[in-house]
Each structure stands twice: as C-alpha cells, then as structure tokens.
C-alpha cells in the first residue's frame, strides 16, 4: 500500500515537473522571438528559467527512484551473488534517503534564511524562498522513497 502512494505521488510530482518545463519551454520561445524581432524580451526570463528549473529538476527525482532508473555503474555486481547485490543496493537506497533528507532540511534551512533576510532575484525581486520551498517537498518524497526501496530489498 505504501509503495502504491508513494509511487503515485512520485507521478504526481514528475507530471507537475512536466507541466514546469513546458511552461518554461514557451516562456523561452516566446522571450527568443520577442528578443530577434522585436527587440522586446521576457525581462528576467533567465531568472524564471533558473528557479523553475531548480523546482521541476527535483520533482523528478522520487519517481527515479521509484522506477530504480537512477544511473549505476555495476562494474562488480556481475560477479557477487544476489544476497549480495541486494545488500548493495538496499545500502545505496539508504544512503540515497539520507542525502535526499539532508539535502531537504538544508534546503529548508535555506529558505527559512531567505525569508527573515527578505532574499530576492536580481531583475524581478522574486522572493528566493518560494522556489527554495517548493523544493523541499520533492527532497523528502525522495528521501521516503529511498527509505521504502531500501526496505523493499532488504524484504527480498
């Protein structure tokens, strides 16, 4: 049951990671023909591409850990045997959890920063800490799911 909610948030947050992408993909097309024709870009439209892109790239993540589609190198999982490969990857599940935890309340850290110092973008002045923030929820949905698939190997 866990792994069924934890699975569909993971595909809700990726959906929502699309949606900020393709958002930011004519945000960019309209600012590239607005600079080459009318000389009238976007203003700030590379800042807006930099924290969105920070808040869609970790909405990502949990369902990468999910489907196990995280890029590893098994140069010597070929030669050990499977209790052996299942203990490895239950550790890089757990170390995984943990550096998602820590990037989470770091970045949690950071937002609080952000907000009692009144942290803005250069161009717009767009408070830090909203795309701070709204990377924290990604970072501890991928810390759960690390935790859940460390679990889900050790149970095999």
Same mark, same amino acid.
Not at 62 to 78: F, K, Q, S, W, Y
Not at 131 to 137: K, S, Y
């Given at each position: 049951?866990?792994?069924?909610? $934890? ?8 959906? =929502? ?15 590239? %023909? #607005? ?6 870009? *976007?203003? #700030?439209?590379?800042? /807006?591409?930099?924290? =969105?892109?920070?808040?869609? /790239?970790? =909405? ?8 196990? @589609?995280? *890029?590893? /190198?098994?140069? %010597? =999982?070929?030669? $050990?045997?499977?209790? %052996? @490969?299942?203990?490895?990857?239950? *550790? ?17 850290? $950071?937002?609080? @920063? ?9 161009? $717009? ?28 190997? *050790?149970?095999?």
């Amino acid at each position: 049951m866990a792994g069924v909610i $934890l699975r569909r948030l993971s595909l809700g947050f990726a959906l =929502a990671g699309g949606a900020i992408v393709l958002v930011l993909i004519a945000m960019s097309l309209v600012s590239l %023909v #607005g600079r080459k024709l009318f000389s009238a870009p *976007i203003p #700030g439209d590379i800042e /807006v591409l930099q924290m =969105a892109i920070a808040v869609a /790239v970790t =909405a990502f993540l949990p369902l990468c850990e999910m489907t196990d @589609n995280h *890029i590893r /190198v098994d140069l %010597v =999982a070929g030669f $050990l045997p499977a209790p %052996v @490969n299942r203990a490895l990857l239950a *550790i890089g599940h757990l170390l995984l959890a943990a550096a998602a935890g820590l990037m989470g309340w770091r970045t949690f850290l $950071l937002m609080q @920063n952000s907000q009692d110092y009144g942290s803005t973008s250069t161009m $717009l002045g767009v408070p830090l800490w909203w795309p701070q923030g709204l990377m924290v929820p990604s970072l501890a949905l991928l810390a759960l799911c690390g935790l859940y698939r460390a679990a889900r190997e *050790i149970r095999s």
